[in-house]
Nanobody, 121 residues
Framework: QVQLVESGGGLVQTGGSLRLSCAHS????????IAWFRQAPGKERWFVAG????????YYTDSVKGRFTISRDNAKNTVDLQMNSLKPEDTAVYYC??????????????WGQGTQVTVSS
């Protein structure tokens, strides 16, 4: 089974930056679209950003457009999320997952441990 390990979270002030990384253990990484999701306390998990297998196509939820950038390195089996101009409402646990062409998790029952992002006001 594919394993996904998220890292890079932390505590940052409003306006600050963080770079998250998603490490994928499977041989099929270079053929999979990957997306980042986030879950705030008491709320559902929501899509944040996605990138296709080639890295040429990306998609963002409106609230992060212009602030977040998703990228991938197929040689290293990683997908990064550069987050700039962070806001308190970005506070959440961030997860990555393999997704289908509609940016939905291919295995909704599997999630990694996530990485906590906290933005102080």
């Amino acid at each position: 089974q594919v394993q996904l390990v998220e890292s890079g979270g932390g505590l940052v002030q409003t306006g600050g930056s963080l770079r998250l990384s998603c490490a994928h253990s499977g041989r099929t990484f270079s053929t999979n679209a990957i997306a980042w999701f986030r879950q705030a306390p008491g709320k559902e998990r929501w899509f944040v950003a996605g990138i296709d297998w080639s890295g040429h196509s990306t998609y963002y939820t409106d609230s992060v457009k212009g602030r977040f950038t998703i990228s991938r390195d197929n040689a290293k089996n990683t997908v990064d999320l550069q987050m700039n101009s962070l806001k308190p409402e970005d506070t959440a646990v961030y997860y990555c997952n393999v997704v289908d062409p509609a940016w939905r998790p291919t295995d909704p029952s599997y999630w990694g441990q996530g990485t906590q992002v906290t933005v102080s006001s």
